[in-house]
């Protein structure tokens, strides 16, 4: 018989709202990533203006792993405040 619990191996079932949650999680590391400087160019050796315009893409990438790692439990806070259930 198989049990209707999922375990922890088991991934969650994909829910639209909880990925909305995630994605705003997201949004939120990668700016306070930019405001606490990382990717900021490092003065005469820098890589000019195209370092300034990638260096978003590297910590949009960089908060999308923290939050699929676990990040700092906001998205369980915002997907809660949405009406999500748990």
Same mark, same amino acid.
């Given at each position: 018989?198989?049990?209707?619990?999922?375990?922890?191996?088991?991934?969650? $079932?994909?829910? $639209?709202?909880?990925?909305?949650?995630?994605?705003? #999680?997201?949004? %939120?590391?990668?700016?306070?990533? &930019?405001?606490? &400087?990382?990717?900021?160019?490092?003065?005469? %050796?820098?890589?000019?203006?195209? #370092?300034?315009?990638?260096?978003? %893409?590297?910590?949009? *990438?960089?908060?999308?792993?923290?939050?699929?790692? &676990?990040?700092? &439990?906001?998205? #369980?806070?915002?997907?809660?405040?949405?009406?999500?259930? *748990?």
């Amino acid at each position: 018989m198989i049990s209707a619990v999922t375990s922890p191996a088991m991934p969650r $079932p994909s829910d $639209p709202l909880r990925d909305k949650a995630a994605q705003l #999680e997201t949004t %939120f590391l990668s700016q306070m990533l &930019g405001q606490a &400087g990382l990717g900021a160019t490092s003065g005469a %050796f820098g890589g000019g203006a195209g #370092e300034a315009q990638f260096a978003s %893409f590297l910590r949009d *990438e960089q908060a999308r792993a923290m939050v699929d790692h &676990g990040g700092i &439990g906001l998205t #369980e806070s915002l997907y809660r405040a949405m009406g999500g259930k *748990e």
